[in-house]
């Protein structure tokens, strides 16, 4: 993977925001297998503040950074995300990216064409996708036979009155709602088990709540409720499939995002040294994206 032979990889950080401070770059900077190679953020003061925090570099060219690292983590809106994964992937760089790849079509696939050119791999971080006992879960459901319906509700409260989130305060959530922030997050512990979606309708409900139905190749159909406006003591995610088998509901998660973070880096890893393409790679992302903008333009 090393563009020095004999050396641990690098990767680079691309972000210096809440999500960046306390997942990303403490994970980068703890996994044994890496050398976090630097910074790189929209603010450079911020971004020699988080590389000082974890004794690595900051870069006020991410030019230069990519040319420091062998791979790109990033944590950044989705639509400033996605020319700089692909400008990454031109220079060589394997991608970690954050869900969603982007908030148009257009832009995901060009990550996507910027990533086969190059040749690099890439995994999507949908949390749950890394989580280690949700993740078994997710495979053991997809191994199942017969599922009739799904069942996933993503509701946050994070745009609830009272709430204190630091994420609240981000422009793109409060743009794009519920449908692009969680909805990944659904879709992609759904599709994994009932296939991919085939049909999409959308309905607005309140706030920014968005239910969705889908039909899959499977056969199935199932349904999604998201939202980040939904009351605080109402907040919550599920996600159940029922069938020939009886029901199956998501275990709990737990022991928040840094583990998961690390279990993709590592399924970065192992896409770089086996040539094999991790099932939440940018191409799935792409995917995510088409559903999602199929359901924001049904909703007007």
């Not at 949908?126 to 199942?144: G, K, M, N, S, Y």
């Not at 989130?165 to 794009?176: D, F, G, H, Q």
């Not at 709602?177 to 309905?203: F, I, M």
């Not at 590592?266 to 994206?289: M, N, S």
């Amino acid at each position: 993977m090393t563009k020095s032979p004999g050396t641990k990889p690098r990767i680079g950080l691309l972000g210096t925001g809440p999500w960046a401070q306390t997942t990303h770059a403490p994970a980068l900077a703890a996994h044994p297998d890496i050398a976090f190679s630097g910074v790189w953020g929209r603010r450079p003061e911020a971004a020699a503040e988080l590389a000082l925090a974890h004794s690595t570099t900051a870069y006020d060219d991410v030019d230069a950074l990519f040319a420091a690292s062998d791979a790109v983590a990033i944590a950044l809106p989705p639509d400033i995300q996605a020319p700089l994964a692909a400008r990454a992937a031109a220079a060589g760089c394997h991608l970690l990216l954050d869900k969603p790849v982007a908030t148009t079509v257009e832009g995901a696939r060009e990550v996507v064409a910027a990533a086969e050119r190059a040749g690099v791999a890439s995994v999507v971080f949908c949390t749950l996708r890394f989580a280690p006992a949700v993740a078994d879960w997710i495979t053991e459901q997809a191994a199942v036979q017969g599922w009739f319906v799904g069942r996933a509700q993503w509701l946050g409260a994070l745009f609830s009155p009272g709430a204190d989130s630091p994420y609240a305060a981000s422009p793109w959530r409060k743009e794009k709602g519920g449908l692009w922030d969680v909805g990944p997050h659904a879709l992609s512990v759904l599709l994994p088990v009932l296939g991919d979606v085939t049909e999409v309708t959308a309905a607005g409900g309140p706030g920014d709540t968005v239910h969705l139905a889908l039909r899959h190749t499977s056969g199935a159909s199932s349904s999604a409720t998201l939202s980040l406006s939904a009351p605080a003591k109402a907040a919550g995610a599920t996600v159940e499939f029922r069938g020939d088998q009886g029901v199956a509901t998501l275990p709990e998660g737990g022991g928040g995002p840094r583990v998961p973070f690390t279990a993709a880096v590592d399924a970065l890893l192992a896409a770089v040294r086996t040539g094999q393409p991790h099932p939440c790679d940018v191409r799935f992302g792409l995917r995510l994206t088409e559903i999602l903008a199929e359901a924001e333009k049904q909703l007007g």
